[in-house]
T-cell receptor, first 114, second 113 residues
Framework: GNSVTQMEGPVTLSEEAFLTINCTYT??????LFWYVQYPGEGLQLLLK?????DKGSNKGFEATYRKETTSFHLEKGSVQVSDSAVYFC?????????????FGAGTRLAVHP | DTAVSQTPKYLVTQMGNDKSIKCEQN?????MYWYKQDSKKFLKIMFS???????INETVPNRFSPKSPDKAHLNLHINSLELGDSAVYFC????????????FGPGTRLTVT
C-alpha cells in the first residue's frame, strides 16, 4: 500500500543551523508530494508541494525535491529561525487512492533554540 | 476571513455521550474531509465527501456519522463516545478530488472522560 516514512524527532537545532528532515515514500503510480507544517495549537498549513519527478517545491526558505529514483522528498532549510519550531508532516496523494486522501508520515517535531 | 472553520475548538465530555463537531469552508471547494490526529500526532483520514457525496469511509466505526447538508459544510456526529475517541479532529477542504492542496481547519480537541 501507499505509505510515508519520516525521520523520528525531535530535531533540536540552534538558530541559523541547517535543517534536513528526511522523508521517503512507497506509492503505486506517480504520487504528488507535500510538506505540511503544524505550529503549536494550530491546524496544518501547506508548506510546499511537488507533483512530478525532479520538481522542486519551495516556500519561506524551505525546499524539497521530488526524487523518484530514491522515492524521497527531503525537506531542507539553510538557516532555521526560532519561529520555525513546529511539527512537520510529509504527505502524499495518489490517483490509485482515488486522489481522495492525503497519507501522512508520523510527523517530525523541530525545536529551534536561540 | 477564516477559510475553514470548526466548532467547537475544545470539547470535553463523558463516555457514552453523543456529540457533534461542525465544519464550514468559505472557499467554494467541492471536496471536504475529516482527519483524526492521535496523541502521538499521527494523522489519518476518516471521511471524504465530494459534492455532498461520501467517497471515502476509512474503516471508521459506525458510531461516527458524517453529514454534509451542502458543499460548504461537513459535520461529524459521534455516538456513544469512548475513551479512545479522545483526539484532535481536523476538517479540511480542497478544490476537488485530485493532487490539490487541502486547507485545514484549526482542529477540535475532543477529550472523553
Amino acid at each position: 500500500g501507499n505509505s510515508v516514512t519520516q525521520m523520528e524527532g525531535p530535531v533540536t537545532l540552534s538558530e541559523e543551523a541547517f535543517l534536513t528532515i528526511n522523508c521517503t515514500y512507497t506509492a503505486t503510480g506517480y504520487p504528488s508530494l507535500f510538506w505540511y507544517v503544524q505550529y503549536p495549537g494550530e491546524g496544518l498549513q501547506l508548506l510546499l508541494k511537488a507533483t512530478k519527478a525532479d520538481d522542486k517545491g519551495s516556500n519561506k526558505g524551505f525546499e524539497a525535491t521530488y526524487r523518484k529514483e530514491t522515492t524521497s522528498f527531503h525537506l531542507e532549510k539553510g538557516s532555521v529561525q526560532v519561529s520555525d519550531s513546529a511539527v512537520y508532516f510529509c504527505a502524499l496523494i495518489t490517483a490509485s487512492g482515488g486522489y481522495n486522501k492525503l497519507i501522512f508520515g508520523a510527523g517530525t517535531r523541530l525545536a529551534v533554540h536561540p | 476571513d477564516t477559510a475553514v472553520s470548526q466548532t467547537p475548538k475544545y470539547l470535553v465530555t463523558q463516555m457514552g455521550n453523543d456529540k457533534s463537531i461542525k465544519c464550514e469552508q468559505n472557499l467554494g471547494h467541492d471536496t471536504m474531509y475529516w482527519y483524526k490526529q492521535d496523541s502521538k500526532k499521527f494523522l489519518k483520514i476518516m471521511f471524504s465527501y465530494n459534492n455532498k457525496e461520501l467517497i471515502i469511509n476509512e474503516t471508521v466505526p459506525n458510531r461516527f456519522s458524517p453529514k454534509s447538508p451542502d458543499k460548504a459544510h461537513l459535520n461529524l456526529h459521534i455516538n456513544s463516545l469512548e475513551l479512545g475517541d479522545s483526539a484532535v479532529y481536523f476538517c479540511a477542504s480542497s478544490q476537488q478530488t485530485g493532487p490539490y492542496e487541502q486547507y485545514f481547519g484549526p482542529g477540535t480537541r475532543l477529550t472523553v472522560t
